[in-house]
């Protein structure tokens, strides 16, 4: 018998971290990133996006900012796809399934769109740690509709 073993093509700047939960008596503590791991840039801030189940947050992308995904509660879709001019993976769709059953980092390069929607019947809640402070006069945000054509990804396409 044979094993067939696939490796995901992860899109240019693209980086995954396996994280791990330390149970005890009292519960569990699981870090979700460190200034000495090699995913790690700089310290701007830290937030926690909510996403209800029936709901997709996307699409957008920043110029500048690089973010680093934490599903901390439920689970996340989290779609990417790089549409940079000059990109070796462009045009590369990349799906994650983030949270409780595969708690992972997720590290997403500047000018890759990016959305998330909460899998099952719970709400999905993500920590993100940017690299950028959010400019509330300027947001280093660009939104696309969920739907839009431009991008090769169809968040209706659940039941395959």
């Not at 980086?15 to 870090?31: C, I, N, T, W, Y």
């Amino acid at each position: 018998m044979r094993l067939e073993v696939y490796t995901i093509k992860f899109i240019e700047g693209v980086e995954v971290r396996s994280l791990k939960a330390v149970p005890d008596e009292r519960g569990f503590l699981m870090e979700m990133l460190r200034c000495d791991w090699p995913e790690f840039m700089k310290f701007s801030q830290a937030y926690i996006t909510a996403c209800y189940p029936g709901v997709v947050k996307a699409w957008h992308y920043h110029k500048l900012q690089w973010d680093h995904f934490v599903c901390i509660s439920g689970m996340a879709r989290t779609v990417l796809c790089d549409l940079r001019d000059g990109s070796p993976t462009n045009g590369l769709v990349n799906v994650f399934h983030l949270g409780s059953l595969n708690p992972v980092l997720l590290k997403i390069p500047p000018m890759v769109y990016h959305g998330f929607a909460a899998e099952g019947n719970e709400t999905s809640l993500i920590v993100n740690f940017p690299t950028e402070l959010y400019n509330y006069s300027q947001p280093d945000e660009y939104r696309l509709p969920y739907n839009d054509p431009s991008i090769p990804y169809l968040w209706e396409d659940i039941n395959r």
